[in-house]
């Protein structure tokens, strides 16, 4: 069965300081992973996109990594600002399914000042 | 510029009551359209997507249907709501074909609360 598990379920963090949010998933044949970051009450929106082939992939001070080989990704938080403070949502595509897309359900972060 | 519009933003309905959530996409054409719900601790949850007019396939069985009389414009309805209706609904679209690539674009959401 595709799942995708997301943890931890919420942390706490001061501002400044990193972070990392992991992703497992079981999807199988894999296509791609995005990680999206939602706001409370928001729509959520996409912040990167991992295709099989990329390890790494920065944004601004998101850093997302994939392992194809565990099938684990992280998202890395860098001197986290009050604005980080959402649920960050890791979502993967399995190929060839008719665009079935996989949720997490997210990880919620708190960024204190 | 593509946007998409969602409205309305928060609803509040008795039981047995009709819904209508309507979402409209500008700047591009022919997207795929889905609609998602969201319960509070729990991942999105597909309930149904378009890749054209008239074109609706439906994930979940369940109170609500949904429609797609313009290319742009996709409405989630019910003609009679039940508690477990109450979440947080999402429109999104994506500009790629439907094989699961294309990245999604969300609206902001409508917050339905059933009494």
């Known amino acids: 069965k595709n799942q995708v598990e997301q943890s931890p379920q919420s942390l706490i963090i001061l501002e400044g300081k990193n972070c990392t949010l992991q992703?497992?998933?079981?999807?199988?044949?894999?296509?791609?992973l995005r990680w999206y970051k939602q706001d409370t009450g928001r729509g959520p929106v996409s912040l990167t996109i991992?295709?099989?082939?990329?390890n790494t992939k920065s944004n601004r001070r998101y850093t997302a990594t994939l392992d194809a080989d565990t099938k684990q990704s992280s998202l890395h938080i860098t001197a986290s600002q009050l604005s980080d403070s959402a649920s960050y949502i890791c979502?993967?595509?399995?190929?060839?399914?008719?665009?079935?897309?996989?949720f997490g359900k997210g990880t919620k972060l708190s960024v204190k000042p | 510029s593509q946007t998409i519009h969602q409205w309305p933003a928060t609803l509040v309905q008795p039981v047995g009551s009709p819904l209508s959530l309507e979402c409209t996409v500008e700047?591009?054409?022919?997207?795929?359209l889905y609609w998602y719900r969201q319960a509070a601790g729990r991942g999105l949850q597909l309930l149904f997507y378009?890749?054209?007019?008239?074109?609706i396939s439906s994930e979940v069985p369940q109170n609500l249907s949904a429609s797609r009389p313009q290319d742009r414009q996709f409405i989630l309805s019910s003609k009679k709501l039940l508690l477990s209706d109450s979440g947080f609904y999402l429109c999104?679209?994506?500009?790629?074909?439907?094989?699961?690539?294309?990245?999604?674009?969300f609206g902001e959401g409508s917050r339905l609360t059933v009494l």
């Open positions: 979502v993967v595509s399995a190929r060839g399914s008719q665009g079935n897309l996989i």
């Open positions: 992703c497992n998933y079981t999807v199988s044949p894999f296509s791609n």
């Open positions: 991992m295709t099989f082939s990329e």
């Open positions: 700047g591009t054409s022919n997207p795929n």
């Open positions: 378009s890749v054209g007019i008239g074109q």
């Open positions: 999104a679209y994506s500009r790629a074909p439907r094989e699961g690539t294309g990245e999604l674009f």
